[in-house]
């Protein structure tokens, strides 16, 4: 059988390097067991972090033009529509970094995917 079931569960040279010496298996492995953790994690971590600032940025831009329009003054209103206008590229802004986001985070998924079933 092929693909990754094949793999699992993982074997005890899993987490060693091949042509790496012996003596260093005290030291080796416990590395290579937290590297391949956390790449997930780390993977998942960019992924929230990048897409939760879009949105901060978004909420505070919003937020401050609400604010800007509620003091019922004629500055306030010039700049809540200047706010409210500068929505629009932050939110293709988003978008965008969204697509570069999905992407990422597939090719990294592929690579991890692959690495863990070709390198071992």
């Known amino acids: 059988s092929?693909?990754?079931?094949a793999e699992w569960?993982?074997?005890p040279g899993f987490f060693f390097p091949p042509g790496a010496p012996v003596g260093l298996a005290l030291l080796l492995v416990p590395v290579e067991t937290i590297s391949f953790f956390s790449r997930a994690v780390s993977l998942g971590v960019r992924l929230g972090a990048n897409l939760?600032?879009?949105?901060m940025i978004l909420h505070i831009i919003s937020d401050f033009g609400a604010q800007m329009l509620a003091s019922g003054t004629a500055g306030g209103a010039i700049g809540g529509v200047l706010c409210?206008?500068?929505l629009v590229p932050v939110c293709i802004l988003e978008i965008a970094v969204a697509v570069v986001q999905a992407y990422v985070f597939c090719m990294l998924t592929t690579m991890?995917?692959?690495?863990?079933h070709e390198l071992h």
């Open 112 to 116: 991890y995917l692959n690495d863990a």
């Open 84 to 86: 409210t206008a500068a």
């Open 2 to 5: 092929s693909g990754i079931n």
């Open 9 to 11: 569960p993982l074997r």
């Open 52 to 55: 939760t600032a879009g949105h």
